[in-house]
């Protein structure tokens, strides 16, 4: 019972999407964007 490359797409791409969705459940979008701006701030000289 082997998966067709087909659907081995489509399971990976749903996982894809509910791990995206959890992280944003879970709030991980402001760590992530709060991280990036300190980043670009520091690579700027501004930080």
Do not use: H, N, P, Y
């Not at 797409?9 to 459940?25: D, E, R, T, Y």
């Not at 992530?32 to 930080?47: N, T």
Request: hydrophobic share 55%.
């Amino acid at each position: 019972m082997f998966m067709t490359k087909k659907q081995a797409q489509l399971l990976l791409l749903a996982a894809g999407v509910l791990m995206l969705l959890f992280g944003l459940w879970r709030g991980e979008a402001d760590t992530v964007f709060s991280k990036a701006i300190r980043l670009c701030m520091e690579c700027v000289g501004i930080g």
